[in-house]
């Protein structure tokens, strides 16, 4: 299984240097991908901004979107071009996850109605891959940069059917959400399902995402900071810090509760933005 670590992109106050410096140490100590967490009403960085500045402060990790709320940005065309962008940048280390977001405060702010989602994610991701593929779009021909020799690579996120249904039709994968590993069987399962239907013989790649502290008070610096993010969510906010991997002992006993479900790659989010982080991290699960 393949071990990934989250940029702390989503940690209100997180400074351009550590994200920068973050990304480096990620880099050099052999962890498989960087991820980021979409968010539109939140002090947060917006994902393909950080892992553009990601992209230019690395070498060989892959850039992750875990997940990418595709419905908020209403030019798909648009999108398709940022994300064909960071591509070619990247040197075709752009993993886009999607995923079709639940909150309503972003889609008040952003005039998009939460209940069109599903049928604006299906046209996003119908464009984008039609764009990728060099179809014409106006008098220039295609909307580049020209990425038809090796597009970005999709996953999809979320636990509806039509999650899977998606992620057999335009994407190499699925990813499940910050929950345990025995949550991850049933929708792995429905994820190979998808694709067999779909008569894809390739096995789909499937992914999951955690927290973790390696902080000195590793309670309180999930409760500032996890706790925070989910706040929105009241009592359950408080289920999730306590779900939180505290300490290098519950951080390798996740690593091994996801490897006995078949993850193919697990990626660990921070509770602090300290970039030393990185380096205990890695000591312990690399």
């Not at 955690?210 to 900071?225: C, H, R």
């Amino acid at each position: 299984m393949d071990i990934g670590i989250g940029l702390p992109t989503t940690i209100a106050g997180t400074t351009g240097e550590q994200v920068v410096e973050w990304a480096r140490r990620a880099d050099r100590a052999g962890f498989s991908s960087l991820g980021t967490i979409d968010r539109l009403v939140y002090d947060n960085y917006e994902p393909l901004i950080a892992l553009a500045g990601a992209a230019g402060a690395t070498e060989r990790i892959r850039l992750l979107t875990s997940v990418l709320l595709t419905p908020l940005r209403t030019n798909a065309a648009l999108l398709a071009k940022q994300a064909a962008s960071l591509q070619k940048l990247s040197d075709g280390r752009l993993v886009l996850g999607m995923g079709v977001g639940g909150r309503d405060d972003d889609f008040d702010a952003s005039g998009v109605p939460m209940a069109e989602r599903g049928r604006r994610m299906d046209e996003a991701l119908a464009e984008m891959t039609a764009i990728w593929a060099g179809e014409e779009r106006g008098f220039a021909g295609a909307i580049g940069p020209d990425v038809r020799d090796k597009p970005p690579s999709v996953i999809l996120g979320g636990g509806a059917d039509a999650t899977f249904r998606r992620a057999a039709q335009y994407g190499d994968g699925w990813v499940l959400g910050g929950q345990p590993p025995e949550a991850f069987v049933e929708p792995r399962d429905k994820l190979r399902a998808s694709f067999r239907e779909a008569d894809r013989s390739e096995r789909p790649r499937a992914l999951a995402i955690t927290y973790f502290s390696l902080d000195d008070d590793p309670e309180s610096q999930a409760q500032a900071t996890i706790g925070d993010y989910y706040s929105f969510l009241g009592d359950y906010a408080e289920q999730i810090v306590g779900y939180v991997a505290k300490g290098e002992d519950q951080i390798r006993e996740r690593v091994r509760g996801f490897e006995a479900v078949e993850c193919d790659e697990l990626i660990l989010f921070p509770s602090s933005p300290d970039p030393d982080q990185v380096d205990k991290l890695a000591a312990a699960v690399l």
